[in-house]
Structure formats: structure tokens, C-alpha cells
């Protein structure tokens, strides 16, 4: 390993965490003004951020085996996927919600939102919410998508999918779905909580290595993602995002901390037989 390749490997992916703390900090008041504008740098951020982790990837992969963890082997699938663009798969809540041509049209939906939970109740005000769904249709053999990945052999790709699933128990997801009666393209799964456990474990591993965090944004992460942070993968945080009259007025400026609640069963009128699928 040429530890001067991975340092500077490691002080941009560090940087890019940066920019993408930076932009969800001026998101308030740049969508105010222009919410495409302000939805879609949050996106080019969090990209960026998988570009970064995937080259990290490239200069680390003799030390670090990446696709022996759930984490970082999704990691590596969103990049290349987002990467390639040969689908229509992996477009965030935000421009879901908010950029499509008549967000009104949603009023009355409900979204279930899963984000696995901080060890030591710590939460992350930043989020990144894909379809649980689109993560199926692009590395599960057993659905048969016209958008599945179709590299390596279907027991191999098998296989390292159900590593990915088990390891982040996506079947929680899919029961507390099923119990509530959402459908599917309204589940959604938050993304930060999987990359920080993902940049937590190389971190680690590298520093162990003798990798040294230099530059002023690498040395402002060693510690927080070496000692501090832990993500526990086997437990889940649920909130509901509707689209009431409310969320429709105020638009993407209430945000979805603001909006989202903790997920309570009572919270379903019982006027309803399941929840609104649009």
C-alpha cells in the first residue's frame, strides 16, 4: 500500500464531507429562492461524496475488503449505479417530492422512512432518502428487473446482495411496510446513516494500518469517525412524512426533519383502510 495515495484518498473524501455539511447548511435559504437550485446541489454533494468513497475504495482495496461488509458494499453499488446512469433508479425524496410537475398531485400521501440509529442516541440532522425498492430492482437477482445489475454470475451477484440485505436488515423495513400497508415505491431508506457506519469502518481500518488523516478536513473527521461515532445496523428509527395541506403550502422550505414524525400506528385515521397510494 502506498500510504501517500490512500492520505490524500482519505483528505478528499474528507473534503467532500465538508461541502456536503456545507450545502445542507445553506439549503434554508437558498431554496427559499430557488428550490431546484438548492435540491439538486444537495444531490451533486452527496455524489460527490460516493465519488470520493469509491476512489478511497480503489486505492484501499488490497487492505480493506469492501464487499465483505454490507455498508460499504452497498456503497459501492449506489456510486457505480449512479455513475453509469442506465436506469431511472436512485433519485432521492427531495426531487421526488418537489421536482416532478404537480406536487399537489401527492396530497394525502404518506412516505415511511427508515434511518438505522446512532449507537448512543446521537442523530444526524442530514439525511439522504432512496427507494428501498430501487435498491431491489438494481442488486437483486431474484426480482428479475429490467434494471438489475448484470455483472458476474447470478449466485455470486445473489449472494453478495444478501449480504447487503441481512447485514442492514432491510427486512425490518419490509415487515413494518407490509404491516402498515405502504406501497412500495413510498418506502424509503436513508442513505447517511449507512455511509457514515461505512466511512466509520474504513476509517479505522486504515488508521490501524498507519494511515495518517492529513490536511485540515481529514484531521477534522479522524476523530469523530475513528472514535466516536458508532451506527447500530440491526435497528431502525421509522418516521412518516404526509403530504398534507400544510407540506404542500410551505413546500421544500419545510424541511424533512421538520415535517417527518416518529412513526406511531396511531397516527393512520381510522377512516383508512391503508395508506394513499398515489
Known amino acids: 500500500m502506498e500510504k501517500e495515495i490512500v492520505q490524500r ?24 429562492v430557488d428550490k431546484e437550485e438548492a435540491i439538486e446541489n444537495l ?12 476512489t478511497l475504495y480503489d486505492v484501499s482495496k488490497d487492505e480493506f475488503d469492501y464487499f465483505a461488509q454490507s455498508d460499504t458494499s452497498l456503497l459501492i453499488a449506489l456510486r457505480n449505479a449512479l455513475h453509469h446512469r442506465d436506469h431511472s433508479l436512485f433519485s432521492s425524496l427531495l426531487p421526488e417530492l418537489w421536482l ?17 440509529k ?8 442530514m439525511h439522504h432518502f432512496i427507494k428501498l425498492d430501487d435498491i431491489y430492482s438494481r442488486l437483486d437477482p431474484s426480482k428479475n428487473s429490467p434494471e438489475l445489475l448484470g455483472l ?34 413510498q418506502v424509503y431508506l436513508d442513505i447517511m446513516p449507512i455511509f457514515i457506519s461505512g466511512v466509520v469502518r474504513v476509517f479505522r481500518a486504515l488508521k490501524s494500518l498507519g494511515v495518517e488523516f492529513k490536511g485540515y478536513d ?10 466516536e461515532l458508532e451506527i447500530d445496523l440491526s435497528f431502525f428509527e421509522f418516521k412518516i412524512l404526509r403530504m398534507n395541506m400544510v407540506q404542500l403550502y410551505l413546500g421544500p422550505a419545510l424541511t424533512v426533519n ?5 412513526y406511531g400506528r396511531k397516527i393512520k385515521s381510522c377512516e383508512e383502510d391503508s395508506y394513499f397510494d398515489f
Request: hydrophobic content about 40%; overall charge neutral.
Open 9 to 32: 484518498a482519505v483528505s478528499r473524501l474528507a473534503n467532500t464531507m465538508r461541502i456536503y455539511g456545507e450545502e445542507h447548511l445553506r439549503y434554508k435559504s437558498l431554496v427559499a
Open 100 to 116: 416532478c410537475e404537480a406536487p399537489e398531485r401527492l396530497e394525502g400521501a404518506a412516505f415511511l422512512l427508515a434511518s438505522h
Open 152 to 185: 458476474g454470475k447470478t449466485a455470486d451477484l445473489q449472494k453478495r446482495f444478501n449480504l447487503i440485505a441481512e447485514g442492514l436488515t432491510f427486512m425490518k423495513i419490509q415487515a413494518e411496510a407490509k404491516s402498515e400497508r405502504y406501497p412500495e415505491k
Open 218 to 227: 481529514a484531521r477534522a473527521y479522524e476523530k469523530c469517525f475513528t472514535e
Open 118 to 125: 446512532f449507537v448512543g442516541g446521537e442523530q444526524s440532522r
Open 43 to 54: 444531490d451533486r454533494a452527496w455524489e460527490a461524496k460516493l465519488e470520493a468513497f469509491h
Open 258 to 262: 421538520e415535517a417527518a414524525i416518529l
